[in-house]
């Protein structure tokens, strides 16, 4: 689901929650009667008038304000239902459709000889990651010993924890290469786990994963390598996701999956 279809939903399902509010609100209202009020100015003061059933409109003094307070709320509730079903229905059609990979069909459905005389407005997903996978190498760290772990998708990387990360993204259809480049503000180029694209925004993000976090020494050279990163534009929260493991404590699978899930899908 794309993040526009995404807003979309979520915008349906406020308005239903909102439908269901009013719907409680008008059923504590269900005794007052449907009369419509009038409001006039008049010596700087509000004056208000029901209209009854015989078409009348009736005067409400000051010492029944109460009365006219109800009639008002109970039709600001009808006119807010109102206005939430129409808002609704024309919801439900935009999303009914809207087609979020319409650019790319037109492209897509277009024969061979079309395409390779084509510059399409926009890349398909599939063209996208392929061009991502060309621009961001991975392999890059000179050091490549202790590499005798192989993946799923068949690399060779240094730890069993790595392996974990790097199936799991696999297994969920995520872009990846492991140990990519990336140079620091400082100009030293380092070697992050992995970098990720998550396809449906098409953002580039960067994995590392600290596996002796219990480590004091080990603790602190990867706290200023988090600052450098800083820094550098690779950013907790942002860009940078981060994974840990300590003495006793091995690594959350559930977790790695949520994450996965709320920033990478």
Known sequence: MSIIEKTLNEKLEDINKHLEMVDVMLGECREIPDYKVRVTSGNGCSQYYYRNDANEYIYIPSAKRDFAKRLIQKDYYN?????????????????SGYKVDALENVYRKSCKGRKNLLKPIELTDEEYVEKWMEKHQGMQNPFN???SIKTKRGEYVRSKSEKILADLFYENGI???????????????????FILLNVRERKTYYWEHYGLASDE??????????CLYENSGLRIG??????????????DISLIQEKITNILL
Do not use: H, W
């Open 79 to 95: 006119r807010v239902k109102e206005e939430l079903t129409q808002q609704k229905r024309l919801l439900e059609r935009f999303i």
């Open 238 to 251: 942002d860009n940078l996701i981060i994974s840990l493991e300590a003495e006793g404590i091995p690594l």
């Open 217 to 226: 020494s080990y603790s602190n050279k990867n706290i200023d390598k988090l």
């Open 145 to 147: 010993a202790n590499m």
């Open 175 to 193: 872009p990846y290469q492991y140990e990519p480049a990336y140079r620091l503000i400082n100009g030293k180029l380092v070697y992050p786990d």
